[in-house]
């Protein structure tokens, strides 16, 4: 059973609008969600992460959010640019230092 | 330059054949770990090493072997290779801080084929 999922194997956004990726979660143990970009033929890079104690953590045109209660986190990205086009994965660390995965999100930016 | 490295980046191999990827990093990290992507799973974990000596299972460990005899090198062995390891494979490293982990630093991924 999967404790991170992405919903959304693909979503498809105009440049310079707003991209919302988002991501739910099982276990209400994970204190620490990361995101990741993955290009074709390259390993994830590091994007943006949050800890459970805030609900919100911005870094330039990235925002995560993040909702407890119902165990749900988004990623916005504004506005959206055509290197963006890429796979999203969300992550979270659990209490035996693993990192658990969701499935990923494909991005497609569209001129 | 701040690395993790992989070798080989492309391998077909047979059923039953042993190989090794290895892994290597240059940042001094304590944490290293191996996944494996497939289509519409994500990347699962299949081994992980908090230090020098120190290995655990990840979720989907069976098939592979792990060593971690220095600080720098994660290898990842397949004793005996299967079709069901036909997959991408990913290294990670990360420093380990009071109370957790930083983020991990990706290798540029193995592409394995077993027929």
């Given at each position: ?7 959304s ?18 276990n209400?143990m994970?204190?620490?969600f990361?995101w ?11 994007l943006?992460?949050i800890s459970?104690?805030?609900?919100k953590?911005e870094?330039?045109r990235?925002?995560v959010f ?16 055509p ?10 660390w659990?209490?035996n ?6 499935a ?7 001129p | 330059e701040a ?7 492309y ?6 054949k ?16 191996w ?24 979720d989907?460990p ?15 062995i397949?004793?005996?290779p ?9 290294c990670?490293?990360s ?12 290798g540029?991924g193995?592409?394995?084929?077993v027929?």
């Open positions: 059973d999967q404790q991170v999922k992405q919903n194997p693909s979503l498809s956004v105009q440049e310079g609008r707003i991209s919302i990726l988002n991501c739910d979660y099982t209400s994970f204190d620490y990361l990741y970009k993955k290009y074709p033929a390259e390993g994830p890079t590091f943006i992460s459970s104690i805030k609900d953590n870094d330039g990235f925002t993040l909702n407890k209660s119902a165990k749900h986190l988004s990623l916005h990205i504004v506005p959206s640019q290197g963006d086009s890429a796979v999203y994965f969300c992550a979270a659990d209490s230092y693993q990192l658990i995965w969701g990923g999100t494909k991005l497609i930016i569209k | 690395q993790v490295t992989q070798n080989p980046r391998l077909i191999t047979v059923t039953g042993k190989l090794t990827v290895t892994c290597s990093q240059n940042m001094n990290h304590e944490y290293m770990s996944y494996r992507q497939d289509p519409g799973l994500g990347l699962r974990q299949i081994y992980y090493s908090m230090n020098v000596e120190v290995t655990d299972k990840g989907v069976e098939g592979y072997k792990v060593s971690r005899k220095e600080k720098r090198n994660f290898p990842l397949l004793e005996s299967s079709p069901n390891q036909t997959s991408l494979y990913f990670a490293s420093r380990t801080l009071a109370g957790g982990l930083e983020t991990q630093y990706f540029p193995t592409r394995l084929l027929l």
